[in-house]
């Protein structure tokens, strides 16, 4: 069944039809644009809200960030923003697949649709122009036989008159003779018209306008498939992307069954563990019998005698949260004791007539506070480049790192003073390559650098001497530069030691490019597993397939993209959420 069969006579049906079938794949491509509109302003409200409770960019010495809790949240937040990247990639997908694509087709619809209704236009004129051609010759034909007939009865009327003369009846019988002719003439030509508008309308209603509406059917099936087609790509686009949505999920839930809430508690203990050990009972001071000064041998920092604990001292705070004025103390948390007062000395005048209730008030008075102090913990000590304002574990712990900064600096600094070396060598030797004398600002600088480093290295080795480290403390080997440009070794306890370069005479290279070695790459921060293929058509891009196995060299700053490394030595970037990651502890 076609619609030039059985809807030959529907034409304004069949053109409403089609209009409204275009005006429906205009609807739609709308519709989709607003949804697309809307997974956009939705990813970017996610990486807005990722951007915001990430404190990657932050100082990374925070204490919380060694806290699994922590990191699981970090984790959650970056999974979020892969998640944001594949609502914009649906998006993305939508517009060039499917909003494109269609609008593009509908203009060709278009087009050819108003080719067609054009035609059928022309069909329909020509038929009018047919018709109009054969209704003049009708009436042209009805007006000369009804003067044919007139002449005729005039003629008969005129004969049978005996008034009349021959010459009338002749007259008479020639004009009904003329009419009669011309009304014959009309006849045939109306006849041919006939004939004619009856073939063309055969032509139009059989042939014509059935090939016409035959084709505007085509173009409406094919209207309906390609929308349909753009309805099953409305699903297919965003089923494309949900391993990856899935694989994002999987990770939140990841990132919450790797919150371990006992090492926590570990990681917290370790930061804030402060070595001291806890204070030991007051002894009752008899002082009716005698003032005994002398405190248990458990207590850690013990104060001065009674009268100081008593007198003046007592309404400050507990030692333990008065930790500026314990470092800059003469008697350190391990220090001993001073000795107890005579068993029989004089008491102190406060105590006047009963000692015994004066103490018992005192100490009451001193207990109190103690209590209390636990509040000051919320301020903030005077901070001192020793690290002497924090506890003897702290203290050590952050000796240590400053230790082993200082450490990595001075190793830059040796690096860079020996390239500097290298690279006066192969001045002098080739005068071409460049002068000498242009390093000697720099080779200056680095060893003021190397010098200052090393007096730091020392000071901060004296300080973690002084908090009490457990075992030998390295000391970092540092290259140090001569005036010859040779290079010497330090041992830990800052004597040169054997160690030497060669003479440089015995490094003399052809070339200037040998002369330094390549630059190291970057170590690997981690690893990652490709979990779908990649193509890395892209500049600064690197192609991998899944299963691939990756060394991470970059993390992801927040732009989708992550930095990584084959065993080959290739790098480029992937995206982050094609890879499933695991950084180094």
Request: glycine share 6%.
């Amino acid at each position: 069944m076609d619609w030039g069969t059985e809807l030959w006579d529907q034409y304004d049906i069949i053109e409403k039809h089609t209009q409204s079938g275009l005006e429906l794949v205009e609807k739609y491509v709308k519709f989709v644009k607003e949804r697309t509109e809307i997974e956009q302003s939705y990813a970017k409200q996610l990486r807005n809200l990722s951007k915001k409770y990430n404190q990657k960019r932050s100082s990374k010495d925070e204490p919380d960030c060694r806290l699994s809790s922590y990191q699981s949240f970090l984790d959650i937040l970056n999974e979020m923003n892969d998640y944001a990247g594949q609502r914009e990639l649906i998006a993305e997908n939508m517009i060039m697949n499917i909003c494109i694509d269609l609008t593009k087709y509908l203009q060709e619809l278009k087009q050819e649709r108003k080719s067609y209704l054009l035609e059928a236009r022309k069909a329909q004129q020509s038929l009018e122009s047919t018709y109009k051609q054969l209704d003049s010759s009708k009436k042209r034909f009805e007006r000369e036989w009804r003067e044919a007939e007139r002449a005729a009865q005039n003629a008969e009327k005129t004969d049978q008159d005996i008034n009349a003369t021959k010459a009338d009846v002749e007259k008479a019988k020639q004009q009904a003779h003329m009419r009669a002719r011309v009304a014959e003439e009309c006849k045939n030509d109306y006849a041919a018209h006939l004939q004619k508008y009856n073939k063309e309308q055969s032509q139009f209603y059989f042939n014509d306008m059935p090939i016409i509406f035959n084709k505007l059917q085509g173009l409406d099936e094919r209207r309906i498939q390609k929308l349909a087609q753009g309805y099953m790509l409305f699903s297919d686009t965003e089923k494309h992307v949900m391993p990856i949505i899935g694989k994002c999920l999987e990770g939140i839930t990841k990132a919450g069954t790797n919150v371990n809430e006992k090492n926590d508690t570990m990681v917290i203990i370790e930061q804030n563990k402060s070595g001291f050990e806890r204070p030991g009972d007051l002894e009752f001071e008899d002082y009716s019998q005698g003032i005994n000064r002398a405190s248990s041998d458990s207590s850690l920092s013990t104060p001065k005698g009674p009268i100081d604990l008593l007198g003046k001292n007592r309404s400050k705070n507990f030692w333990l949260f008065k930790r500026s004025k314990l470092s800059s103390s003469t008697h350190t948390p391990f220090s001993t004791p001073p000795a107890p007062s005579p068993p029989n000395g004089a008491p102190s005048p406060k105590f006047g007539r009963d000692p015994l209730s004066y103490c018992l008030k005192e100490i009451n008075k001193t207990v109190k506070p103690r209590i209390s102090s636990f509040r000051t913990l919320r301020r903030s000590p005077t901070v001192t480049e020793d690290f002497g304002h924090l506890p003897p574990e702290q203290r050590r712990k952050r000796l240590q790192q400053k230790l082993d900064e200082i450490s990595k600096e001075l190793q830059k600094e040796a690096d860079q003073s020996e390239a500097l070396g290298k690279m006066k060598d192969v001045y002098e030797k080739n005068p071409q390559m460049g002068d000498p004398a242009s390093l000697a600002t720099q080779i200056s600088q680095t060893s003021q650098n190397i010098e200052r480093l090393k007096g730091e290295l020392n000071k901060y080795e004296t300080w973690l001497s002084e908090a009490g480290v457990r075992g030998e403390t390295l000391r970092y080997r540092a290259h140090a530069i001569n005036n010859n440009g040779a290079h010497e070794v330090l041992s830990p306890d800052g004597a040169h030691s054997d160690e030497s370069t060669p003479d440089s005479s015995q490094a003399i290279y052809a070339e200037f490019d040998d002369d330094f070695e390549d630059e190291e790459p970057v170590t690997p921060i981690g690893k990652c597993t490709a979990m779908y293929n990649f193509p890395g058509a892209s500049e600064g891009t690197i192609s991998m397939e899944e299963g691939e196995e990756l060394a991470v060299v970059e993390e992801d700053k927040g732009d989708g993209w992550t930095r990584v490394r084959r065993h080959n030595g290739d790098e480029g970037y992937i995206p982050t959420s094609y890879v499933a990651i695991t950084l180094n502890k």
